[in-house]
């Protein structure tokens, strides 16, 4: 119910405590944030409040009008050409996601780093959505500066997911608009890109920003595989029926057993934050050669962590060439290939085959000789080529790379003479 305070004798405006929609709160706030000069707390969300904020300190004023202006021609194709893996590892989910809310008068709106539109979802000469007709467009700046509050502006300044509705748009003329947006991060943990679903005239008619945070994932979960050739990827969950979801974990090894990064999904399983270097046997408690073996088998493995949770886990490795060392051909251990190499480490294929094993620790422990990703890759060449009995041609089929590309590499093995 209503209630006044009094100030030198004289009655105050009074004010409502409580609120039965959102809308009348967002108003409440919009009135003590720009009318009375008032910190609007518990109205709305504190990341709306500071890019009111922010807004408010560069001079702009709510009664502006704002138009969806593009970048200069140059800069929206130096973004293309910059954010070619980031439009890649969305083109699948970019098109699943437009499919998906074909029936929701929503649009896609995908933007680079810095809030310049890479990608948007078409919309029919017929649309009645005036400011989503200009806003979809490539090269557009959502930025802040440029439109004040919105979700992709807020993700772009803060790193964090944002929803903004109606009014809590800073300027009045966007107030039909409402927006969800979820970052994209790349391998170094920086932020790539900014996926928003954003609909005019009428109100999310599901959760928005669970939906946008799934694609988000999924996209940001293809960007990490795709920027991480020549790393070992393992993909990892507590249950196996995960694996291959937005909800897996995944993990990139260099060729020194250096854990270069971790998804989110990675970071929370492990309880790594990835504030330091960290080594394969720190993270996963197990030898960089054990890992290496993933890759070989169809099936997931189980792996006891070091802070005690057992995982389910699969590898992959992809060269910088091509090369797919999934398909792999497995000599046998008593292969003579095998024990012509004995300089190179205990090769892998001489080492017992793991099974998927029901339970935990499959891959405890290991080899204290660590090999490197450059040993594995020369070890499995050479053990495919002798499988196929020294025919380049077969081996080079197997690998899944060209006749030309074996021949390079065999080149460029240790003791290679140069000859073809």
Not at 133 to 139: C, D, E, I, P
Not at 161 to 167: D, H, K, L, M
């Amino acid at each position: 119910m209503p209630h006044s305070t009094t100030t030198n004798g004289r009655a105050d405006t009074p004010r409502q405590l409580f609120f039965q929609t959102p809308e009348q709160r967002t108003a409440l706030a919009r009135q003590r944030f720009f009318d009375e000069g008032e910190r609007p707390s518990g109205l709305v969300g504190e990341a709306v409040i500071q890019s009111w904020l922010r807004c408010a300190s560069a001079q702009q004023r709510p009664v502006e009008t704002v138009s969806f202006e593009q970048v200069t021609r140059s800069r929206a194709h130096a973004s293309l050409n910059r954010n070619r893996q980031l439009l890649q590892a969305g083109n699948l989910e970019l098109n699943n996601m437009e499919a998906a809310l074909a029936g929701t008068d929503c649009r896609v709106l995908l933007t680079d780093a810095h809030g310049v539109v890479i990608h948007a979802t078409e919309l029919p000469q017929s649309s009645q959505q005036p400011l989503l007709k200009t806003a979809s467009r490539v090269g557009v700046n959502l930025t802040e500066t440029q439109i004040g509050t919105s979700a992709p502006g807020i993700v772009v300044r803060t790193g964090e997911a944002s929803t903004v509705t109606g009014a809590e748009h800073f300027f009045q003329c966007l107030q039909t608009l409402h927006c969800a947006a979820a970052p994209i991060r790349d391998i170094h943990g920086q932020l790539a890109g900014v996926l928003d679903i954003s609909i005019e005239a009428g109100r999310f008619q599901f959760d928005a920003a669970s939906v946008v945070s799934l694609y988000a994932t999924t996209i940001e979960n293809r960007l990490l595989q795709l920027q991480s050739v020549e790393h070992l990827v393992l993909h990892f969950q507590a249950s196996p029926t995960l694996l291959g979801t937005p909800l897996e974990a995944l993990a990139g090894i260099d060729s020194s057993g250096r854990v270069l990064w971790l998804n989110g999904v990675g970071r929370r399983l492990t309880g790594c934050r990835m504030d330091g270097h960290h080594t394969v046997d720190e993270v996963f408690g197990g030898a960089l050669d054990k890992l290496l073996a993933l890759p070989r088998h169809a099936q997931a493995l189980t792996l006891r962590l070091p802070n005690g949770l057992s995982v389910w886990v699969t590898g992959t490795l992809t060269a910088r060439d091509g090369t797919d060392f999934r398909h792999a051909v497995v000599v046998p251990p008593a292969a003579p290939a095998e024990a012509a190499a004995p300089d190179h480490g205990p090769a892998m294929s001489s080492e017992p085959e793991p099974t998927a094993a029901p339970h935990p620790p499959a891959m405890a422990g290991g080899s204290t000789q660590a090999a490197t990703l450059l040993d594995h890759k020369q070890r499995l060449i050479e053990t495919t080529l002798a499988a196929c009995g020294g025919n380049i041609a077969k081996a080079a089929r197997a690998l899944g790379v060209s006749r030309g590309m074996l021949y390079r590499r065999l080149q460029k093995a240790p003791g290679a003479d140069g000859a073809s």
